[in-house]
């Protein structure tokens, strides 16, 4: 999933003068019941078939539901499904659907939704930017998703509440990637043959509905209390979208917001805070930040040398101790939380001679020859920023060479990326499953679709093709070690650090539940 960077900004308006317990009791007032926490950008879509940042995929995981979705334990879930079962290892899939599950406006979901809600979201005429990527292992969606078939072949309603899913092959983890979005099931009678395009069409089967959408302002859910799981404890949410990062700190200071992601520059200022002090915690992510190296966009970044040398010229623990306050360094591609992941693995270090003999070898000594390269970023005036300056610094600094920074805004990045128009550009992916595979062959392989980038490496595919199929857990791990490791020294990828969320809680909530991966839907919390 593309897990874009979560820029937030100053504290000079935030520390002074916090108040009674961190927030205002003029905002509390009238307030009880309602859970309110900042969308930091406008929603590009609210369709479930075509979402891919994270602000909206949280907002729409309170709203929709799937067969299946990760729980307070970090393990998959039945959801909409009751259970699962996979009876040949990994090929087939047979989903027992839960009795007396409503949609929003009141009727049952059926297999037959499933089933129509994953067909649809393959389509050819919605082109979803993602279904390839997370349904494409099920029989037919290749030919659905070309116009070929108007159905998906793999997948069969068996009776009302029973459905099976054909896989290509045997693979282990496609339940993991029944948890993203484009697996949500949908209502038929209310999207229609076309995309989500109205908050009429927003009609789901999850613990809250869509009340109101203002863009550019606020999105706002209730309680639906026809739940299957039982009614929410609060009566709603307001997200209201406050692009700008100061803005979003003096609305939680001023008790406006009841949960708050800090950047990391102002974690010091908070923290000798004595009331702030003890409303901030830290959680670890299962997400990396990273620089993408586009070989198609620059034909100079198709030299491994070169490659190599940009990953040793960048200090990395001045940037994540120093800059950012004390994020961990990662060297790795797979990330903490994953399975597989190395904690000791050093990948290619700071190595500023070293960078330079690659850089020389490349055919570039001191920096003589190299064109100018551009690294571009999402606009913020935060976290990303302070990471492409540093990066800038060391390249510039150790290897001679000239990096053009480039403030892109959200949607204009993402498009870029997607049409793998971008040299260097900082980024991070956050997992959708935890799984090695979501970070290696799902994303560099050189048939995937996410490889925006061009990286080409046939042992590295032939690696992931065979940890992808086999169910032996100790091998699967072994190979795609493997694969990291030629991937890494390869310079597919730069990876920079793992993420760590500063989190400001107002001691009015409760209730929350989390796993890795952050909020699980709020079903649970409670706001006095």
Request: proline share 6%; glycine share 8%; aromatic share 8%.
């Amino acid at each position: 999933m593309t897990r874009l960077l979560f820029p937030l900004a100053l504290l000079t308006l935030f520390i002074a003068g916090c108040g009674e317990k961190g927030f205002s009791k003029r905002s509390v007032a009238g307030r009880v019941g309602v859970f309110r926490y900042a969308m930091n950008d406008v929603p590009k879509t609210l369709d479930p078939g075509k979402v891919q940042e994270v602000d909206t995929i949280d907002l729409l995981e309170n709203i929709f539901e799937g067969l299946v979705a990760y729980g307070d334990k970090n393990t998959i879930e039945p959801r909409i499904a009751e259970s699962y079962a996979t009876p040949d290892n990994g090929k087939t899939w047979i989903f027992k659907i839960r009795h007396g599950v409503k949609f929003h406006n009141g009727r049952e979901v059926l297999a037959a939704d499933v089933s129509w809600s994953l067909d649809r979201n393959c389509s050819k005429e919605l082109a979803s930017p993602t279904a390839a990527d997370y349904l494409g292992d099920i029989v037919g969606v290749q030919d659905r998703l070309s116009g070929s078939s108007d159905h998906i072949s793999g997948i069969t309603v068996v009776d009302p509440y029973t459905l099976k899913i054909e896989l290509d092959q045997p693979r282990p983890y496609f339940i993991g990637k029944l948890t993203y979005p484009c697996a949500f099931v949908l209502c038929k009678e209310a999207v229609g043959s076309g995309s989500i395009d109205s908050p009429t069409q927003v009609i789901g089967a999850g613990p809250f509905k869509l009340d109101s959408y203002l863009p550019n302002q606020q999105v706002k859910l209730v309680a639906f209390k026809d739940y299957y799981a039982g009614a929410p404890t609060v009566s709603s949410i307001e997200r209201p979208i406050i692009k700008d990062a100061s803005t979003r700190l003096i609305k939680f200071k001023s008790g406006d917001l009841d949960i708050l992601n800090v950047e990391r520059k102002d974690i010091s200022g908070i923290q000798q805070d004595s009331v702030l002090k003890n409303e901030l915690q830290f959680q670890m992510r299962p997400a990396l930040y990273y620089i993408g190296v586009n070989e198609i966009e620059s034909p100079v970044l198709q030299n491994p040398k070169v490659r190599r040398a940009l990953a040793m010229a960048i200090d990395k623990d001045r940037l994540t101790r120093d800059l950012l306050g004390g994020m961990p360094e990662a060297h790795g591609l797979l990330v903490p939380g994953i399975m597989g992941y190395r904690e000791k693995y050093q990948g290619l270090p700071y190595n500023p001679t070293g960078a330079q003999a690659e850089l020389a070898a490349a055919g570039y000594p001191g920096g003589k020859g190299f064109p100018p390269i551009e690294l571009a970023y999402k606009v913020d005036g935060g976290d990303a920023q302070i990471c492409c300056e540093a990066v800038q610094h060391s390249l510039e600094q150790n290897l001679g060479i000239t990096v053009n920074a480039k403030t892109m805004e959200l949607g204009a990045l993402l498009d870029a990326r997607n049409k793998n128009k971008l040299q260097l550009y900082f980024i991070s992916w956050y997992a959708d499953y935890l799984d090695p595979q979501n970070f290696l062959s799902f994303l560099l392989s050189s048939d995937s679709k996410l490889n925006h980038d061009g990286y080409k490496n046939a042992e590295f595919d032939d690696l992931c093709k065979q940890a992808d199929s086999i169910s032996d857990e100790p091998k699967r791990l072994a190979l795609y070690n493997r694969a990291e490791d030629i991937a890494v020294l390869d310079g597919a990828r730069i990876p920079l650090y793992y993420q760590k969320d500063a989190i400001l809680m107002s001691p009015r909530v409760s209730g929350i539940r989390s796993n890795l991966f952050g909020q699980l839907p709020n079903t649970t919390v409670k706001v006095n």
